[in-house]
């Protein structure tokens, strides 16, 4: 990706002569994009190059583009695409993608593998995620093709309905709870998140779906030799025992980090999968979190958007009874 295009636009034929500058603020951009396009930004109008004091006129054909502040590689990926439009990309994340390079990991994320697709559908944008998902976390994730889409989610204080599917260990006593419990850092850990009165108030409304029983073989009693639903012990050497999981859904009213994975630990009753926060890998290597359904108004087109991503198979496996 050599270029970004920040803006590509036809100005109104019933618009006055007007500065660039003025016509950039009307673009909900920030203050900071702003001044890297004065000082940065290759400007045309009509095709031909142009200044930041050039004057537009009603009709004129304005591009303006930047050189990307990130430079990541290209990834070939097969992502599950949701919705597109000329502004947004929502993509349904496997689990076990990171969303974008860390200092240790800089090819096969999330981020690699969108801007390798804009290459070969010959898109020239990059990667502007408007919210993250945990790399074990499976799920919705929006991505703004645009800094100036990404900054208008902010500017419009565009509010999400976000519910996630989760398979907590044990069942539920309640069939409806709602928990209102701060989060914050846990001391010693960069990591690792807990419930305190010190952190910030986070609420997480919870509801049982179904509940269920998975039979589990052990052979010699060595959780090591589990394989699920099936028995490959030699005879007489293996014991039956049975996890019980519940459905739930839950619906975020904040955004803390690992808020679903905290607050479902503290109530006593872990993610299936999340050794992090109390949880067994016995029936799955993964937390069992997965962002099912999120609502929005779009910020550009003001469209009501309802996007749904279906539970993946290592999760719906702990359903089957």
Not at 78 to 96: M, P, R, T, W
Not at 135 to 158: E, L, N, P, R, Y
Not at 209 to 221: D, F, G, L, M, V
Not at 260 to 276: M, N
Request: proline share 4%.
């Amino acid at each position: 990706m050599k270029t970004a295009t920040i803006i590509d636009l036809i100005v109104d034929s019933d618009v006055h002569t007007q500065s660039i500058n003025h016509i950039i603020k009307q673009q909900h951009i920030s203050q900071r994009m702003r001044r890297r396009l004065r000082n940065e930004g290759i400007i045309t109008v009509n095709g031909k190059f142009a200044t930041w004091n050039t004057l537009i006129h009603g009709g004129d054909h304005l591009v303006m583009k930047l050189t990307p502040e990130q430079e990541f590689s290209l990834s070939p990926m097969s992502l599950d695409i949701i919705y597109e439009d000329e502004y947004i990309l929502v993509i349904n994340k496997a689990a076990g993608i990171l969303m974008h390079p860390t200092s240790t990991v800089r090819d096969h994320t999330l981020a690699n593998g969108v801007l390798h697709y804009y290459q070969e559908t010959n898109q020239h944008y990059d990667f502007h995620p408007v919210h993250r998902l945990d790399k074990d976390t499976s799920g919705i994730v929006i991505i703004a093709k645009t800094s100036v889409v990404q900054h208008a989610f902010d500017k419009k204080h565009t509010h999400f309905y976000k519910s996630y599917d989760a398979i907590v260990e044990g069942y539920l006593p309640s069939m409806r709870i709602s928990i209102n419990w701060p989060i914050g850092r846990k001391p010693g850990s960069i990591i690792e998140r807990c419930c305190t009165n010190q952190g910030k108030p986070a609420r997480t409304d919870i509801a049982v779906i179904s509940k269920h029983t998975s039979k589990i073989s052990y052979c010699n009693n060595n959780p090591a030799d589990t394989v699920n639903n099936s028995n490959i012990c030699p005879a007489n050497s293996s014991l039956l025992a049975y996890n019980h999981f519940t459905h739930v859904q839950c619906v975020l009213h904040t955004g803390r980090t690992h808020q679903i994975r905290v607050h479902l630990s503290q109530l006593g009753y872990p993610l299936a999968g999340d050794d992090l926060y109390g949880g067994h890998l016995e029936s799955i290597q993964r937390q069992a979190l997965h962002a099912a359904r999120v609502s929005f108004y779009h910020p550009i087109t003001n469209e009501w958007l309802e996007l749904h991503a279906e539970m993946p198979e290592d999760m719906n496996v702990l359903l089957n009874d």
